[in-house]
């Protein structure tokens, strides 16, 4: 307690720089634990379920013409069969997706509502994944066609759990058909790669949907394994119920060699090549803040030595032992690391909004009580690295430094820190900027299609003749260019079907079905038709298809085509429902489905006007008035519809979001360590210049300009700074390379870009050196000598 009472009254003496040294350590603090809790967020997927390593994902795997593929969905029959046929499968579930994020639906009374995902599922879904139940009972509920349990925030929006059971609602994109509630379930929680609010009866879907065993592969299937069951041991018997459901050879015959596989439920998100590879970077991020935040610190405390050397010696002339002084010291480092504590909680909390955007996740789901536990823990080892070194030097102060004029710098130490801080600061400019080159190259490369003036808002369920009748309203606008209507956005994703030729069983590779569009279509995307014409809207279209320009390039490759593709005939499955053909007339220039940094690279291919709920607008000029005419228009057409006219744009930086949020991150931790080391290098700069004044003071008499006493004191800073930032630039190029294998397009990263992030930090460094220095090298040189 003594001790803590001479930390708490030393808090604020003079020539401590107790104030710069919390800042800094609580400032990096924040950043680093914040840090680190996220990749303990993203480590800590799907745990929540019980008996979550017993727990596996079906995945189907296709071999066509060499190439592999995995896929996390599966066709209905084969999740319920692994129960039925394969003893070691304590349980099997599936579920498969029918709403996606901010799924619309409308009560009875007229209110509408937003779901985040909607799925159907088997009537044992809760026992496989379990949820606590908060009313109702999910067998008998997701047992009746029509009936589904709702989350309980869902259940919240419309009065509570009690309130909630038995209203009806409807979907809007499937007006008519009716679900009633039967139950409520606790929400799924954040941390888990399966997430949704509104699970319907799978007895609503087909049976021979929910049968099947080739094709329709939509499902999600579980399984849960018995104890002690191996999942490679079950290779043999998966196979053998594969062949009593399909006919392998009929399957081979078509090209495709079709497994299954089985991947544990925790690794289907942390195991994942984007999440181990983030997780590398933020982890080592974190380090950097944090080891750069202790090392200045530990800097601060040094450079404050010489200061302190005389009060030290005088406890020791007054019998203070070496534990006495160990404790003191302590003392102070954990009263200053508990100041620092409370400044990070206060920082995360102020910046609550920006640090849950940035990280995708809530503060109560980052901060679980084992992360925390492990916070505590990093907590503790910085506490002893801050408070031992120090302790250590203290210790070493001879008892004569109270009777005589003692000085002790602990140059090299402040170097040593000092090329630490340079390092960590050059690592994260360099990283930030192979970082942002990647974003600006996605978010600005060209995908084959123009989307600056484009905007779009989705009818679903809407009847095609109110549609039809809105398109014809928004081209009477002034502001309006162009309108038509798609399936679904390029930047959205595509499903896929399998391409054959009639006569022939083989299916020869899969494409990225882009399904229906209207007329303009082409004209106003400015996608250029390479070949042949666009759909005539004469009646003519109906049988005719239209192809990438790689869809013709894999043709010549797996069916030998030559010459024109105008005029063949194709099948693909889903369209060619009885086996007719389509005829191709036109081939287009191959555009980016998805992201431009993970393209599906499959062929696609485009079919006229059967169903097409995505209305795409394009305008002279984009801005929000013209949006908002736009708005009102649809408004108008379809009154009781939830319309939204949204900026294609808008989406397309969305669909960055987390490489924007990542580039962010590393921003702010590059600031953070950048302003910690430069406030350690304006503290070493102003202790050296303190330290060799007099020798500045005889350079001067002796006819040195202050020119030169800056080069001299610069040129000390460069030894260090040169060789730190050049590993500094050298272990980021290494971790920016691996990060960029995760995009299948990577921007070019030159030598220059690195180089002038070295040329920033090297600058930087520099000015501060002069800024610090400049007084004392154009002070009188008098003042420095008079004292001797």
């Known amino acids: 307690m003594k001790n803590l009472n001479i930390a708490l009254r030393s808090l604020f003496k003079k020539g401590r720089s107790n104030g710069i040294k919390i800042l800094s350590l609580g400032v990096g603090l924040a950043m680093g634990l914040v840090l680190i809790s996220k990749v303990c967020f993203e480590r800590s997927f799907d745990k929540f379920y019980p008996d979550s390593d017993r727990i596996y994902r079906l995945h189907e795997n296709i071999i066509r013409d060499g190439e592999y ?274 400044l990070a909680a206060f920082l995360i909390v102020l910046f609550r909004t920006k640090t849950e955007e940035l990280l995708g996740a809530t503060l109560g789901a980052l901060f679980s009580t084992q992360t925390i536990v492990i916070l505590i823990g990093v907590c503790i080892v910085i506490f002893f690295i801050t408070g031992l070194i120090p302790t250590y030097m203290f210790l070493r102060i001879p008892v004569a430094a109270a009777f005589r004029n003692f000085k002790e710098s602990r140059r090299y130490w402040k170097l040593c820190l000092l090329f630490i801080q340079f390092l960590a600061t050059a690592y994260l400019v360099a990283l930030l900027s192979v970082i942002n080159k990647q974003y600006d190259y996605m978010v600005n490369v060209d995908p084959g299609y123009a989307y600056e003036k484009l905007a779009y808002c989705s009818t679903q369920g809407v009847e095609e003749s109110v549609r039809n009748t809105a398109i014809e309203e928004l081209r009477k606008i002034p502001e309006v260019d162009k309108v038509s209507a798609c399936y679904d956005l390029p930047i959205s994703g595509m499903s896929g079907n399998n391409v054959s030729l009639p006569g022939d069983d083989r299916e020869l590779f899969n494409i990225a079905d882009m399904y229906w569009v209207k007329d303009d279509f082409f004209s106003l995307m400015e996608i250029p038709v390479i070949e042949g014409e666009v759909f005539r809207s004469d009646g003519s279209a109906s049988n005719k298809v239209m192809v990438s320009r790689s869809f013709v390039e894999k043709m010549e490759q797996v069916a030998g085509w030559t010459g024109s593709a105008i005029g063949k005939n194709i099948i693909i499955t889903e369209h060619s429902q009885n086996g007719e053909p389509f005829t191709i007339c036109g081939v287009y220039e191959d555009v980016c489905i ?82 910690i080391a430069l406030i350690g290098l304006l503290g070493y700069t102003s202790d050296e210049t303190n330290r060799r004044g007099r020798e500045i003071a005889i350079r001067k008499v002796n006819g040195a300009t202050a020119w030169s006493i800056l080069k001299m004191i610069s040129k000390d800073i460069s030894y260090i700074a040169i060789p730190a930032i050049v590993i500094g630039m050298t272990v980021a190029y290494y971790s920016g390379t691996g990060w960029l294998e995760k995009f299948t397009e990577k921007a070019p990263i030159g030598f220059f870009i690195f180089l002038a992030g070295a040329m920033m930090v090297y600058v930087l460094i520099i000015a501060c050196v002069l800024y610090r220095a400049w007084a004392v090298s154009n002070s009188n040189p008098v003042d420095s000598l008079k004292s001797e």
């Not at 209905?76 to 070691?88: N, S, Y």
């Not at 009866?201 to 191996?230: A, H, Q």
């Open 69 to 342: 593929k995995s896929y996390g969905q599966v066709s209905g029959g084969v999740a319920t069969a692994m129960q039925v046929e394969i003893p070691e499968v304590e349980k099997a579930t599936r579920l498969t997706y029918i709403g996606g994020d901010k799924e619309l639906f409308r009560t009875q009374d007229g209110n509408r509502y937003s779901a985040r995902y909607v799925v159907m599922g088997d009537t044992n879904v809760f026992d496989l994944l379990p949820r606590p139940i908060l009313i109702g009972d999910p067998k008998e509920t997701l047992s009746r066609p029509g009936y589904v349990m709702i989350s309980n925030r869902i259940a919240k929006l419309l009065g509570g759990a009690e309130q909630a059971v038995n209203k009806e609602f409807e979907f809007e994109s499937s007006p008519g058909q009716t679900y009633t509630i039967g139950g409520v379930f606790e929400d799924v929680p954040e941390n888990s790669h399966l997430r949704f609010e509104i699970v319907a009866s799978l007895e609503g879907m087909s049976k021979w949907s929910r049968e099947n065993w080739l094709g329709n592969d939509r499902y999600l299937g579980y399984v849960k394994l018995y104890l002690g069951t191996d999942p490679e041991s079950l290779t043999t018997a998966i196979r053998e119920m594969q062949g009593r459901h399909c006919d392998l050879e009929e399957v081979k015959k078509a090209g495709i060699d079709l497994t299954y596989s089985l991947v544990p439920l925790m690794d289907m998100h942390s195991n994942s090549d984007e999440v181990k590879s983030m997780n590398s970077l933020l982890g080592f991020l974190a380090f950097v803040l944090i080891f750069t935040a202790a090392m200045n610190y530990v800097l601060i405390v040094i450079s404050t030595l010489i200061n302190r050397t005389k009060e030290v010696a005088v406890h020791k002339c007054y019998g203070a032992s070496d534990k006495n002084l160990f404790g003191m010291i302590m003392s102070e480092t954990c009263l200053h690391m508990l100041i620092s504590l409370l």
């Open 594 to 675: 998805g992201s431009t940094g993970n393209p599906d690279t499959r062929p696609t291919a485009l079919f006229y006007d059967r169903y097409a709920p995505m209305i795409l607008i394009k305008f002279h000029e984009m801005s929000p008035e013209n949006i908002k005419k736009a708005q009102k228009v649809l408004e108008d057409v379809m009154p009781d519809r939830n319309v939204t006219v949204t900026a294609y744009y808008m989406d397309m930086i969305d669909l960055y979001k987390d490489s924007r949020t990542f580039r962010d991150s590393v921003m702010i931790g590059g600031i953070v360590t950048l302003i």
